[in-house]
C-alpha cells in the first residue's frame, strides 16, 4: 500500500525542511490527524498526546537528529516482527511505529544511516508489546 497523506513542511524558525510523515493507511492518517479518531482507538492519555508527538517528530530534519532512548520520544529501533522499524513513545505502552520511506542510505551490512532518512511512514499506534 502507498504511503498516503505525505506533505511536506517547513520549520517556520529556521526555514529548514522538516520530517515528511505519511500513514500506510487512511486510518492511521485518521487516529494521527483527528483528536476524535485518536480517541476511539487509544487510551484517552494516548489520544491526548498523539498529536504532539507528531509534532515533535516532524519538527527535526532527519531521524539522525532525534536522541536516542531520550525522554519525551524514546525513540528506539524494533526487532522480531517489527525489525527496519522506529519507535517512539506516546504514553506508557502506546507507541507511534514508523519505518524509513523515500530515498535514504545503507551501509554494507543493512545498517540505515539516520541523517539519510528526512522521510517516515507511520505504519502502527497503539500497545504492540506482547504479554505472553
Do not use: W
Not at 48 to 55: H, Q, S, T, Y
Amino acid at each position: 500500500m502507498g504511503i498516503e497523506g505525505l506533505t511536506p513542511r517547513v520549520n517556520g524558525h529556521c526555514g529548514r525542511h522538516e520530517m515528511l510523515i505519511g500513514y500506510s493507511s487512511r486510518e492511521l492518517q485518521k487516529i494521527c490527524t483527528s483528536e476524535k479518531a485518536a480517541r476511539k482507538a487509544l487510551s484517552q492519555d494516548a489520544a491526548a498526546r498523539i498529536l504532539r508527538r507528531l509534532e515533535d517528530l516532524a519538527a527535526f530534519s532527519s531521524l539522525a537528529e532525534i536522541p536516542f532512548r531520550a525522554p519525551p520520544l524514546d525513540l528506539h529501533p524494533l526487532s522480531e516482527d517489527r525489525a527496519g522499524e522506529f519507535a517512539i513513545k506516546i504514553h506508557r505502552l502506546d507507541r507511534i511505529c514508523f519505518r524509513p520511506a523515500g530515498d535514504f542510505t545503507s551501509d554494507q551490512t543493512g545498517n540505515i544511516d539516520l541523517s539519510t532518512v528526512t522521510e517516515i511512514e507511520i505504519v502502527f499506534v497503539g500497545n504492540y508489546h506482547n504479554y505472553g
